[in-house]
């Protein structure tokens, strides 16, 4: 396992922060790291992606921090130049993994069937993102899927919650989840850092009981 997922592992939650004010930036990680989870995959979604990574990789050097909804060879090379330490992309793009394992870029695509994992296995990955996890069968689908490939770990994204993160988490196939709900759109929009804070310490909280 790649260095920077074993981090991850450790973390065991990755807040998926959505920037469309670079200004936001910093205080949103610092509210992360605030809470316990230094931690976050920001999506190359908006404009304000690029230099949000910057930002957040030059003033707060203890962020894990990766690039989320990486479509394009392109965009990892911005996502990396820019500071971002892991690649996560929504779909299987050969092209992205391949770039990135021959470039030893850390990489988790997105998959939800078998056969996009074999795709995966074929790159020597063992790392993958289960997306949309809760639309696509949720925890149930991860443990099938598990069966016939027990050597793969997962990141599930997409309906976790705290309402249902336990479950996740007390999976042994589950290496981290992806999740927006402590840095919702509303919250960054309004500022309310205590508030993302305070999230990201409930969540941490979940994380060290499953610990133990």
Same mark, same amino acid.
């Given at each position: ?60 050097? #203890? +962020?894990? *921090?990766?690039? !989320?909804?990486? =479509? ?8 990396? /130049? ?35 994992? #074999? +795709?995966? *296995?074929?790159? !020597?990955?063992? =790392? ?8 696509? /069968? ?75």
């Amino acid at each position: 396992m790649n260095p920077v997922f074993t981090q991850i592992e450790l973390n065991k939650v990755v807040p998926v922060v959505v920037l469309n004010d670079v200004n936001k930036a910093v205080p949103i990680a610092l509210s992360l790291i605030n809470g316990g989870i230094p931690c976050a995959e920001v999506t190359f979604r908006t404009e304000a992606a690029e230099e949000s990574i910057y930002e957040i990789s030059r003033r707060c050097p #203890e +962020m894990i *921090l990766g690039a !989320g909804t990486v =479509l394009s060879v392109e965009q990892v090379d911005k996502a990396i /130049g820019a500071g971002a330490r892991f690649i996560v992309s929504p779909g299987f793009n050969p092209k992205v993994v391949e770039y990135c394992m021959k470039n030893d870029y850390p990489v988790c695509p997105g998959i939800m069937t078998p056969t996009e994992l #074999e +795709m995966a *296995l074929d790159f !020597g990955l063992e =790392l993958v993102k289960f997306f949309p996890a809760e639309n696509a /069968g949720g925890l149930k689908m991860i443990k099938a899927l598990s069966a016939p490939y027990p050597m793969v770990k997962f990141m599930p994204t997409g309906g976790i919650s705290p309402s249902n993160l336990r479950d996740y988490l007390s999976c042994d196939k589950i290496l981290a989840c992806g999740g927006s709900w402590m840095v919702k759109k509303e919250l960054i929009e309004a500022g309310k850092y205590d508030e993302i804070e305070k999230l990201t310490k409930e969540a941490f909280e979940i994380v060290k009981e499953i610990r133990g």
